[in-house]
């Protein structure tokens, strides 16, 4: 039996409670998100979603976490704005307002039978989580990958986030490699930019697809390096962001050239005039 109301409809925020907090870095952290109604929402890895800090604001914020009905979902968020800030202060037990899924996703489900090289700078990770735990999990089996390789960058060994998660993944298989800006003497890993990692990563160009996320210029020569070892440009799918407000399509904040991010994106294939797009400037 119902009660003759219709359900809320896509700009109508759901209220879910956070009940967990994790931080990453010092400026980031991870909420768990649960909805007050009990009815779950399900997701592909790469969608976001618009989250409410009551008072403030919304913003968009991907899922950093894969879809599976029985666990809750996360979000990583930066503190670099006001409704971002208030994000990453709240208590557990606040109640935020979340809208979605929304956008396109990494497609875990077209990588079978191939080498998969996923390349993360800074944040950029938090989107690629549930993909990579999703493909992890189901290496070398049907349907799953073959490889998977896990190049991760960030400005120095502090800003390195869900250290967990990359130890567990290579503890699955994964190939996982970390490069920083700078660091000190106590440092054994990379140094340097993280495309500095995609030459010797042992991966069969014409048998693989790259997931890449990260600041723009990072993706432009991430792209570079992946096309010069011999990815074809169709099989290479990066994120782009813009000011997405509505999520639907409809007020145009977030169009790109002939894209409308909010809906076309975030995740889009390296084809068409996306090579073209990555070139102009983030306003």
Same mark, same amino acid.
């Given at each position: 039996?119902?009660?003759?109301? =219709?359900?809320?409809?896509? %700009? &109508?925020?759901?209220?879910?409670?956070?009940?967990?907090?994790?931080?990453?870095?010092?400026? +980031? +952290?991870t909420?768990?998100?649960?909805?007050?109604?009990?009815?779950?929402? @399900? #997701?592909h890895?790469?969608?976001?979603?618009? %989250?409410t =800090? #009551?008072?403030?604001?919304?913003?968009?914020?991907?899922?950093?976490?894969?879809?599976?009905?029985?666990?809750?979902?996360?979000?990583?968020v930066?503190? +670099?704005?006001?409704?971002?800030?208030?994000?990453?202060? *709240?208590?557990?037990? =606040? &109640?935020?307002?979340? @809208?979605?899924?929304f956008?396109t996703?990494?497609?875990?489900?077209?990588?079978?039978?191939?080498?998969?090289?996923? +390349?993360?700078?800074?944040?950029?990770?938090?989107?690629?989580?549930?993909?990579?735990?999703?493909?992890?999990?189901?290496?070398?089996?049907?349907?799953?990958?073959?490889?998977?390789f896990?190049?991760?960058?960030?400005?120095?060994?502090?800003?390195?986030? #869900?250290?967990?998660d990359?130890?567990?993944?290579?503890?699955?298989?994964?190939?996982?490699?970390?490069?920083?800006?700078?660091?000190?003497?106590?440092?054994?890993?990379?140094?340097?930019? &993280?495309?500095?990692?995609?030459?010797?990563?042992?991966?069969?160009?014409?048998?693989?697809?790259?997931?890449?996320?990260?600041?723009?210029?990072?993706?432009? #020569?991430?792209?570079?390096?992946? %096309?010069d070892?011999?990815v074809?440009?169709?099989? &290479?799918?990066?994120?782009?962001?813009?000011?997405?407000?509505?999520?639907?399509?409809?007020?145009g904040?977030?169009?790109?050239?002939? *894209? %409308?991010?909010?809906?076309?994106?975030?995740?889009?294939?390296?084809?068409?005039?996306?090579? =073209?797009?990555?070139s102009?400037?983030?306003?």
């Amino acid at each position: 039996m119902t009660d003759g109301c =219709a359900p809320p409809g896509p %700009l &109508v925020p759901r209220p879910h409670r956070v009940t967990a907090i994790r931080r990453e870095t010092t400026d +980031v +952290v991870t909420l768990t998100l649960e909805p007050t109604d009990g009815l779950g929402t @399900r #997701f592909h890895p790469g969608q976001f979603n618009m %989250l409410t =800090a #009551f008072g403030v604001g919304e913003m968009a914020v991907s899922m950093s976490s894969r879809d599976v009905p029985s666990e809750p979902t996360r979000h990583t968020v930066r503190d +670099v704005g006001p409704v971002s800030h208030a994000l990453c202060h *709240l208590p557990v037990g =606040a &109640v935020v307002g979340v @809208r979605g899924p929304f956008g396109t996703d990494w497609g875990v489900d077209e990588v079978e039978g191939r080498d998969v090289v996923v +390349v993360a700078g800074g944040i950029g990770l938090a989107p690629l989580r549930g993909a990579i735990d999703t493909m992890v999990a189901t290496m070398g089996r049907p349907r799953g990958a073959r490889r998977v390789f896990v190049l991760v960058g960030a400005r120095s060994p502090d800003q390195v986030m #869900f250290g967990e998660d990359l130890r567990r993944w290579e503890d699955a298989g994964a190939q996982v490699e970390t490069a920083v800006d700078s660091a000190g003497r106590g440092w054994a890993g990379h140094v340097g930019v &993280v495309t500095t990692l995609v030459p010797g990563t042992p991966f069969e160009p014409a048998r693989t697809s790259a997931m890449v996320c990260g600041p723009e210029v990072m993706m432009r #020569f991430t792209v570079r390096s992946l %096309l010069d070892r011999g990815v074809e440009p169709p099989a &290479v799918k990066i994120s782009l962001e813009r000011n997405m407000q509505c999520g639907v399509g409809h007020c145009g904040h977030c169009q790109l050239g002939p *894209l %409308l991010l909010c809906r076309d994106g975030p995740v889009v294939r390296y084809a068409g005039p996306v090579p =073209a797009l990555l070139s102009e400037r983030q306003r």
